[in-house]
């Protein structure tokens, strides 16, 4: 399926908005697609994705009432969100670019919730941190529902078996399942795939859907949906961009 195919988009707001009337907006179009499908907008969280977003903007996103907040990249998060943190102790940060082993020690310290374990090599490196740290951020498991050969994830088929060796092999638990389906394909397919899984697995958690399909994303069962340029508009790409620890919206292609 092309991407003539796809859904529409989302309502945007006027491309001139501030970050609150954005946020109102993005919020109402979740509330929209939960009650056209009878589910509770309770049970969604946006997670507000904000790389290389500059830290006045973010600052408007909480004091607009945002508290849920994705970033791509362990070193830029180390740069903006423990001063931030601090000032709003309620935030709830969660890493959806891929992670490298030599940044698990990072991650754990810094992260709630990190959306990207793809490998047991990972699973490895998150559970001895977490025998160190003595806690663990919230995890959930990337699939690969495209089976796409640059990207990270584990396939569709593989899911079980590598939720079992996280668990009983590792000591680790899991959350639930996180996907960025293939830019060139409608996305229903992949969502309706990766939510699926999820129940079949007995996972609670379901992240997928950006800034461009996340009322689509809900109406098919997200309880996390990742949206950025919807509420900060369109981000400057930064010189570094394509460096192995992220690089899209809602997740990345990087290993290690």
Not at 15 to 28: F, S
Not at 99 to 120: G, P
Request: charged residues 25%; negative net charge; hydrophobic residues 45%.
């Amino acid at each position: 399926m092309t991407r003539a195919s796809k859904p529409p988009a989302p309502p945007a707001p006027p491309a001139d908005a501030d970050v609150a009337t954005r946020l109102a907006t993005v919020r109402g179009v979740i509330d929209a697609a939960a009650h056209a499908v009878g589910r509770d907008p309770g049970g969604v969280s946006l997670v507000a994705v904000s790389k290389v977003q500059p830290v006045e903007k973010i600052r408007a996103a909480l004091e607009a009432g945002q508290r849920v907040f994705g970033e791509n990249r362990v070193q830029e998060a180390k740069a903006k969100w423990p001063a931030l943190k601090a000032q709003y102790p309620d935030v709830e940060l969660h890493l959806i670019g891929p992670l490298q082993t030599n940044k698990v020690k990072d991650a754990v310290a810094l992260f709630d919730v990190i959306q990207t374990v793809d490998r047991e090599r990972l699973a490895e490196a998150l559970a001895a941190e977490g025998k160190r740290h003595g806690r663990l951020p919230r995890l959930l498991v990337e699939v690969n529902t495209g089976e796409e050969p640059q990207k990270a994830g584990i396939a569709p088929a593989d899911v079980p078996a590598f939720l079992a060796a996280c668990r009983d092999t590792h000591g680790l638990e899991i959350a639930g399942l996180m996907a960025i389906p293939p830019a060139e394909e409608e996305p229903a397919m992949h969502f309706a795939l990766l939510a699926d899984l999820a129940r079949k697995t007995g996972l609670a958690e379901v992240s997928m859907g950006m800034s461009g399909d996340y009322d689509l994303a809900v109406r098919m069962g997200a309880t996390q949906v990742r949206v950025g340029t919807a509420l900060f508009g369109e981000r400057v790409k930064p010189v570094h961009e394509g460096a192995p620890e992220g690089t899209q919206e809602g997740g990345g292609t990087g290993k290690g």
